[in-house]
Nanobody, 126 residues
Framework: QVELVESGGGLVQAGDSLRLSCAAS????????MAWIRQAPGKEREFLAG????????SYADSMKGRFTISKDNAKNMILLQMDSLKPEDTAVYYC???????????????????WGQGTQVTVSS
């Protein structure tokens, strides 16, 4: 059983940067893909970025490339999301999620992620 706790959300202005953290406990992440997924009000959950814990390979939603960067801290068992040039449309609840990995290719299908954190709110004002 892996427990995930997100932090780092808050209220920022358009153009600002924010870094989200996801602390994992309970089990090593060596067999998992980890991802950041968000849900805006009235919208479906959206895959943003994922990383293979074992291989370090990454996957990004096309719309996030260049603005969002996912990384991991092996020593701290944490997954990070650096978000730059934030826009009001980035306002959402941001979730950290994981799934069993079977290759170095990070899957971007939201429904395949089987364990989730509680989420952290990010609000971007114009």
């Amino acid at each position: 059983q892996v427990e995930l706790v997100e932090s780092g959300g808050g209220l920022v202005q358009a153009g600002d940067s924010l870094r989200l953290s996801c602390a994992a406990s309970g089990r090593t992440l060596s067999r998992y893909d980890m991802a950041w997924i968000r849900q805006a009000p009235g919208k479906e959950r959206e895959f943003l970025a994922g990383i293979s814990w074992n291989y370090g390979s990454t996957s990004y939603a096309d719309s996030m490339k260049g603005r969002f960067t996912i990384s991991k801290d092996n020593a701290k068992n944490m997954i990070l999301l650096q978000m730059d040039s934030l826009k009001p449309e980035d306002t959402a609840v941001y979730y950290c999620a994981g799934r069993r990995a079977y290759s170095s290719v990070v899957v971007d299908t939201v429904s395949s992620y089987t364990f989730w954190g509680q989420g952290t709110q990010v609000t971007v004002s114009s």
